[in-house]
RNA sequence: GCUCAGGUGGCGGAAUUGGUAGACGCGCUGGACUCAAAAUCCAGUGUCCCUUAAAGACGUGCGGGUUCGAUUCCCGCCCUGAGUACCA
């Protein structure tokens, strides 16, 4: 009997269902696994074969560690708030929530067929109330907290209060906007206004002016990861820089942890690598400089204080406040007209032209602390403002940007470092930071390393600076002028944000009659009516960002009927963090960020007892599309097949890959597909016509989505997931291609067979062979070393040999085959489940223990005889150290083991392989 | 530019971490079964030389090196992909 998976695997869903198979509880008696899913925004479009490879990975580790008698969270849920809702609510007036619940259910339903293990009664949604109660508690937290520098972690705000009473800023080592300094006096002057100000300046979640990236097609702002080369991620819309008071989050000041933090934690070097540059920690140094005629004490920062004897100049951001302290009157109108052409230009152009070098004198003069020299103060778009003090010391013998800057307005260039060998400065700098000082006082003659810490230490002694480490990391903009996401739990008084009342939580969207802006252009909560507390004050208009959503619900999870708190102190004890968490690389700069430094801040508060959230991460590869090609003679209807299109001039058409087989066009269909190749006319090769290809993006432009629905009606869900798997490693980008998925379902009904050798279900009783158990116990082997290693793509082959080897051998043993079914269970767990009830038994194969593989059957028994090998004769041999070919020779033939074999032959070749075995071709 | 990952047959990819390169699958070729097709099964399939086979030579991006032995380690290039981009 053939397997029927249709019947199969709608049989065992509802079994699973109906029996709650995968529901799961503390259970303080096993030891707890935690396996998480990236979960997805559910997008209009539904899932194609590429978003479910994650899944099935994560849910192959789920199933084999709950065999291993782990007791494993597996939950799943949606990233509900987004944009595409909004902007489709926007064009058709359909509320997002509706769109929303459409998609999920849509999602739901095709994550159903795959047979996956979650226990769905955790489903969490960012969009319920129920969930975003707990971001509002969460955010209402941070702004009750600021960041010690001094203790490492967030405090509440009233610690710094009764600080600021007591002895005003004096001792206050806090992460900060902008260093402050008043006295406990000047501080219980301030009315109540004024010292909510100062408070903002501390915040962990603070409301202020900042420069934003304005996306005015999106009618947001947007965050530094939301941005790509001056455009917005989602849409590709330009992105320009405007000063908006927006809330913040200060994640900043968690800089040095998020950055020791990753030493602990079981990620790819390469995605450490991606956060460490995105955090970019630089140690350095302020240095101020005096100014000539001036009171204004100009402070820079720096990496290189070693070549402070070769500053020829300084450069102010354009935005700096310096710029208009120091500005001369005669310079007044040349920087005022610079200053109109940086504005000018957009982020995007700013980017592209990088190489171009623009900037304007200020007219004024820094001196400079060690040669007393007056140098030039400059203003260019090339100094950040946002970095560092916004101001640089510039040293264009060894940095190429103050180099090239330089060389356009003519300014000296001086040596400082001589690397042993003649510098030549006529082309490029020298960057390096190695070889000895010269022209520079007190430091000649040290090493680059010495003198920076030299200079560091002299700097410092004298008063005029301080180590000091940067990081490039910047504080979250949470602010977003959208309709779909959180609104935040704050209103105004005076013009003065105010938290609401834990009791008030949560505080839920209202209901609007459009989804754009105001006319006046507030943000469209704007619409809302009555958007006021009960006293009337008004109720902010921002929502909050995509990543507010996704940053705690791994949490969630753990204890998602909870009403009383975020998590459970139970829940949170026993599940503690997600101990294996899967997902694409693309949220290395955002949400893996925004979730750590949330977990942090909750951590600093005791909420939960890990500080970090994820162990270990997987970053499982894109599945790309293979699109397939027809190309079209130049002015005609006419297509020429692939291998004689280089005697035409043609234009290359995407073609649905559903209606090309093994690159071979369906003609009929091609002119079914659309009404203008109806009458189309074709020049074939061999009879055939034969498509191009290439690997692209999955996408609907392209032609090329497969969808995982129309897979599993033709093969079956155990199929789809073998073969996402046996694609390729887990972490590799490769593209989908239908082709080979006949390999593993053939694979999947010959061991189908292995139980079905006629019409019968039929297993025998009797004890295995010797050949049988090795042939058990080296698949078992490899099975569970792939698992723990992620290697699932080489697993299936296992299966595959082990298979053939057993039907050769017309194994029909229970004590070999049952073992099998349990594990091939986590791949394939609809013909495993049925299997297993046909073996005899009641309850459900996901409750069986994996079974163990022993040594002793894997032993090699054959070597001490010779066995015939391509040719070769195979002897085992000690391994002769130090030996060359000639001395393996010798040895081979004065082995007492070899020497009856080789007894009237020739040795014609010795080769060495592992284990100690050498293979001897003789004549 | 900088950082990281990678480059193996017609294709996707293996190789127990320095030990028989190309497992397994797809595709292709031939065969069995069939009136035929589908399905299934069997055999072959890196390149060159050759009627075929044996035997041989060459083969893991390129060029060197270490080693008895290198896809694996080291040095220098080339190419592809990803991240980042005036971060001082």
Redesign the pocket.
């Known amino acids: 009997m053939e397997y029927n998976f249709k019947e199969t695997e709608q049989k065992w869903q509802e079994y699973w269902r109906e029996h709650g198979t995968y529901k799961v509880e503390i259970d303080p008696s096993k030891p707890k696994f935690y396996v998480l899913d990236m979960f997805p925004y559910p997008s209009g479009a539904g899932l194609h074969v590429g978003h479910p490879l994650g899944y099935i990975a994560s849910d192959i580790y789920s199933r084999y560690k709950r065999l291993k008698g782990f007791n494993v969270l597996h939950p799943m849920g949606f990233d509900a708030y987004g944009l595409p809702a909004e902007q489709y609510a926007i064009q058709t007036g359909q509320h997002p929530a509706v769109t929303t619940e459409k998609n999920i259910a849509r999602y739901r339903e095709q994550l159903d067929k795959i047979g996956f293990s979650y226990d769905w009664d955790r489903e969490v949604r960012t969009c319920d109330p129920h969930y975003y109660k707990w971001t509002q508690w969460a955010f209402i937290r941070m702004f009750e907290h600021y960041y010690d520098r001094t203790q490492q972690q967030a405090r509440p705000i009233s610690e710094l209060t009764a600080h600021f009473a007591a002895n005003g800023t004096e001792g206050v080592n806090a992460a900060c906007s902008e260093e402050l300094t008043f006295t406990a006096a000047e501080w219980n002057a301030k009315g109540e206004k004024e010292q909510q100000e100062v408070l903002m300046n501390y915040r962990i979640a603070y409301l202020r002016d900042t420069m934003v990236n304005w996306c005015p097609q999106l009618g947001t702002v947007l965050a530094?990861?939301e941005v790509?080369?001056g455009l917005s991620v989602r849409g590709g819309y330009p992105v320009v820089q405007k000063t908006m008071r927006q809330w913040s989050l200060r994640v900043s000041a968690y800089a040095q942890r998020l950055l020791e933090g990753l030493e602990q934690l079981e990620w790819s070097?390469?995605l450490k690598?991606?956060q460490r540059?995105?955090i970019?920690r630089?140690q350095?140094a302020d240095v101020t400089f005096d100014v000539k005629d001036s009171d204004v004490k100009l402070k820079i920062?720096?990496?290189?204080p070693d070549t402070i004897y070769g500053v020829s100049f300084m450069v102010l951001?354009p935005e700096s406040e310096y710029v208009a302290q120091l500005t001369t009157p005669e310079q007044q109108a040349a920087v005022a007209e610079y200053l109109d052409y940086v504005a000018k230009r957009t982020e995007r152009e700013?980017?592209s032209?990088?190489k171009?070098v623009?900037g304007v004198f200020t007219g004024a003069y820094a001196i400079n602390p060690f040669t007393e020299e007056a140098i030039p103060v400059w203003v260019s778009?090339?100094?950040?403002a946002?970095?560092?003090t916004?101001a640089?010391?510039a040293?264009p013998a060894h940095?190429s940007?103050d180099y090239a800057f330089a060389k356009k307005f003519n300014l000296p260039i001086v040596p400082v470092i001589d690397n042993g060998q003649p510098i030549d400065l006529s082309e490029s700098s020298y960057d390096a930071k190695e070889g000895k000082m010269i022209n520079s006082g007190i430091i000649n003659g040290m090493e680059v390393k010495e003198a920076i810490a030299f200079i560091a230490g002299e700097v410092e002694k004298r008063g005029i600076g301080r180590s000091k480490i940067?990081y490039?990391l910047r504080d979250a903009i949470f602010s977003r002028q959208r309709y779909w996401g959180e609104p935040f739990p704050v209103y105004y008084k005076e013009g003065m944000p105010y938290m609401m009342d834990d009791s008030k939580l949560p505080l839920e969207l209202p209901e609007i009659d459009k989804y754009l802006p105001t006319e006046s252009g507030e943000p469209p909560l704007g619409r809302a009516k009555n958007w006021k507390t009960e006293e009337g004050y008004p109720i902010e208009l921002n929502t909050m960002p995509g990543f507010a959503g996704s940053s705690a619900y791994y949490l969630r999870y753990m204890d998602p009927h909870n009403d009383k708190a975020l998590v459970g102190k139970e829940a949170d004890e026993y599940w503690r963090n997600v101990d294996l968490y899967l997902g694409g690389?693309?949220h290395?700069?955002g949400h893996l960020i925004y979730s750590r430094f949330w977990n942090m801040f909750l951590y600093d508060l005791g909420v939960v007892c890990e500080p970090e959230p994820f162990k270990k991460l997987i970053n499982q590869g894109m599945i790309q599309g293979r699109s397939n090609f027809v190309y079209r003679v130049v002015g005609t209807n006419t297509y020429v097949s692939a291998g004689l299109k280089k005697d035409y001039e043609t234009t290359e058409i995407h073609v649905d890959v559903n209606i090309v087989h093994?690159d071979i066009l369906d003609i009929e269909a091609f002119r079914r597909w659309m009404p203008e190749y109806a009458d189309a006319d074709f020049i074939l090769e061999d009879g055939k016509y034969v498509c191009g290809w290439a690997v692209e993006k999955m996408s609907k432009s392209m032609f090329n989505v497969v969808n995982p629905d129309d897979i599993i009606e033709q093969f079956g869900a155990d199929t789809l997931r073998l073969y996402e798997m046996?694609?390729?490693?887990l972490e590799?980008?490769?593209?989908w291609?239908t082709?080979?998925i006949?390999?593993?379902?053939?694979?999947l009904?010959?061991f189908w067979r292995l139980f079905m050798p006629g019409d019968e279900f039929r297993v025998s009783e009797s004890e295995p062979t010797r050949e049988e158990l090795k042939i058990l116990h080296k698949t078992l082997k490899k099975v569970e070393g792939d698992i723990e290693t992620f290697?699932f793509?080489?697993t299936?082959?296992a299966f595959?040999?082990c298979t053939?080897e057993l039907t050769?051998l017309k194994c029909d043993k229970r004590a070999v085959l049952e073992p099998l079914v349990i594990a091939i269970a986590p791949y394939a767990p609809h013909i495993a489940e049925e299997l297993w009830h046909r073996l005899g038994h009641t309850d459900s194969v996901t409750t069986a223990t994996f079974p163990a593989w022993e040594e002793k059957y894997l032993v090699e028994d054959s070597f001490e005889y010779p066995v015939s090998?391509?040719?070769?004769v195979?002897f085992k041999l000690p391994?002769p150290v130090?030996?060359?070919?000639a001395d393996?020779e010798t040895a081979v033939k004065t082995a007492p083991e070899a020497a009856k074999w080789l007894e009237g032959k020739t040795i014609?070749?010795v080769?060495?392989?592992?284990k100690k075995i050498v293979?001897v071709?003789v004549g």
Do not use: C
């Open positions: 530094n990861d790509k080369d070097d390469s690598d991606i540059n995105w970019g630089s350095g920062f720096t990496t290189r951001a700013r980017q032209e990088v171009t623009t778009e090339y100094v950040l946002g970095y560092g916004g640089i010391m040293v940095d940007r940067n490039r690389a693309e290395a700069t093994n046996f694609l390729g490693p590799a980008h490769k593209p291609d082709q080979g006949d390999g593993v379902y053939k694979f009904r010959k290697s793509n080489t299936i082959p595959m040999i053939n050769a090998f391509n040719g070769k195979r391994m130090d030996a060359s070919n393996i014609r070749k080769i060495i392989v592992p293979n071709v």
